[in-house]
């Protein structure tokens, strides 16, 4: 089993930049495809952003793409998140998820079996 910590949420005007990180702890992080979701209050969790084991494919959300960008090190068991050009609707507790895979897990949040605690994300107008 793997720990997830997520970090580096707050408050940020429209336009403003963010940078999650979430840190694992347990298993070979590098055996886990990691994902990003987000769920704003009375809506459903959302797929943002995902990266492979090896971290050479991402996967985005259209309504993020080109502003947000996901990486990882495995060396040092961290997944990164980093939001540009934030947007009033980009509020919302972001999750970080892990699932263990050969390489790409999907964007469904069914597939994930470890969540962190998630962190919230303030745009203001």
């Known amino acids: 089993q793997v720990q997830l910590a997520e970090s580096g949420g707050g408050l940020v005007q429209t336009g403003g930049s963010l940078r999650l990180s979430c840190a694992a702890a347990g298993r070979t992080f590098s055996n886990y495809a990691m994902a990003w979701f987000r769920q704003a209050p009375g809506k459903e969790r959302e797929f943002v952003a995902g990266?492979?084991?090896?971290?050479?494919?991402?996967h985005y959300a259209g309504s993020v793409k080109g502003r947000f960008t996901i990486s990882r090190d495995n060396s040092k068991n961290t997944v990164y998140l980093q939001m540009n050009n934030l947007k009033p609707e980009d509020t919302a507790v972001y999750y970080c998820?892990?699932?263990?895979?050969?390489?790409?897990?999907?964007?469904?949040?069914?597939?994930?079996?470890?969540w962190g605690q998630g962190t919230q994300v303030t745009v203001s107008s």
């Open positions: 990266i492979s084991t090896s971290g050479g494919t991402t």
């Open positions: 998820a892990g699932a263990l895979a050969l390489q790409w897990a999907g964007s469904d949040p069914a597939q994930y079996a470890y």
